[in-house]
């Protein structure tokens, strides 16, 4: 009986691990929603697949993460971030100091 239950609990494990491999995740770039392929992405992913759903940014944009209240960080394009569906990225043009 006791093996029974450990088969079990490997596999509920393994399909739980199923769930962390590439899916679509819906993520929010510039208050819009924007579907790509998660678990993980690079911030240049995350700009091509915002242009292509319609999102009016450029490659050249700097994109950031908010990780929380008031907070966030860059993300360089061959910057891999792990993305989800409460993921929230701002992308802006680069400072223009002419």
């Known amino acids: 009986m006791e093996q029974h239950d ?3 609990t490997r596999k509920e494990h393994e399909g739980h691990h ?3 491999k590439e ?3 819906t993520i929010t770039v510039n208050e819009e929603p924007v579907n ?3 678990p ?3 911030g240049l992913q995350i700009k ?3 242009m292509v759903q319609g999102i009016h940014i450029d490659l050249a944009f700097v994109l950031s993460e908010e990780i929380g209240p008031h907070q966030t960080r860059i993300v360089g394009d061959n910057d891999e971030v792990t993305v989800h569906n409460k ?3 701002v992308a802006v043009a ?3 100091n002419s």
């Open 94 to 96: 680069p400072d223009d």
């Open 87 to 89: 993921s929230r990225f």
């Open 23 to 25: 899916h679509i995740v």
């Open 48 to 50: 091509q697949a915002a």
């Open 36 to 38: 790509i392929r998660g």
């Open 6 to 8: 450990q088969a079990e």
């Open 40 to 42: 993980k992405a690079t």
């Open 18 to 20: 199923e769930e962390h």
